[in-house]
């Protein structure tokens, strides 16, 4: 089982800020099969990316994914007040699916 | 509108049974794969496992084999995720969620709140 590790646990930021949000994997995602999800609280999660840097439909060009092989990046150019929420990435090159523990971007 | 409709709350005691649905709609059912994923209270995302509509093709993440089953109508486009007898560590929120044959998720139900408690 491919085990992801996000970090930092948490990120505090401002608005208009950049967030950077990393996810290791503890052995190399086959294809870049590895997603991005947005939860915000009493919501269902959004996928954000796919293919590790294809945007789903609707999202904004803000939202970039990036990386390869264990490492793989989330980074929002400038932060908008909806941009705050838990962020998790997910491998799903190998069997079983896996998700990362979370990060939690919070308001400054 | 493309959409998962996922089934109503349920407050369940220790033991019991339990039987919760999730129906597709506005899409090809039988194209796409659903998968079940759970959300303990407070805590982050686990895939449970995946079932493909066309031909009841099913996965099972290790931590869950055994413990739950996933089946599926295609016939009315719903998915379903059971239990034989429930335990309290079964409380959470369980999404289902469509994925394409790559198995990333596109488009997700809004979640079913299973609480066990005598």
């Known amino acids: 089982e491919i085990v992801l590790t996000q970090s930092p646990g948490t990120l505090s930021l401002s608005p208009g800020e950049r967030a950077t949000l990393f996810c290791r994997a503890s052995?190399?995602?086959?294809?870049?099969?590895l997603a991005w999800y947005q939860q915000k609280p009493g919501q269902a999660p959004r996928l954000l990316i796919y293919?590790?840097?294809s945007r789903a439909t609707g999202i904004p060009d803000r939202f970039s994914g990036s990386g390869s092989g264990t490492d793989f990046t989330l980074t929002i150019s400038r932060l908008e007040p909806e941009d705050f929420a838990v962020y998790y990435c997910?491998?799903?090159?190998?069997?079983?699916?896996?998700f990362g523990q979370g990060t939690r971007l919070d308001i400054k | 509108e493309v959409q998962l409709v996922q089934s109503g709350a349920e407050v369940k005691k220790p033991g019991e049974s339990l039987k919760i649905s999730c129906k597709g709609s506005?899409?090809?059912?039988?194209?796409?794969?659903i998968g079940w994923v759970r959300q303990m209270p407070g805590k982050g995302l686990e895939w449970m496992g995946i079932i493909y509509p066309g031909d009841s093709d099913t996965r099972y993440s290790p931590s869950f084999q055994g413990q739950v089953t996933i089946s599926v109508d295609k016939s009315i486009s719903t998915a379903y995720l059971q239990w034989s007898s429930l335990k309290a560590s079964d409380i959470a929120i369980y999404y289902c969620a469509r994925a394409a044959g790559d198995w990333y998720v596109d488009l997700w139900g809004r979640g079913t709140l299973v609480t066990v408690s005598s």
């Open positions: 052995q190399s995602v086959s294809s870049s099969y």
């Open positions: 506005g899409y090809r059912f039988t194209n796409y794969w």
């Open positions: 293919g590790a840097s």
């Open positions: 997910q491998q799903y090159g190998s069997s079983p699916i896996t």
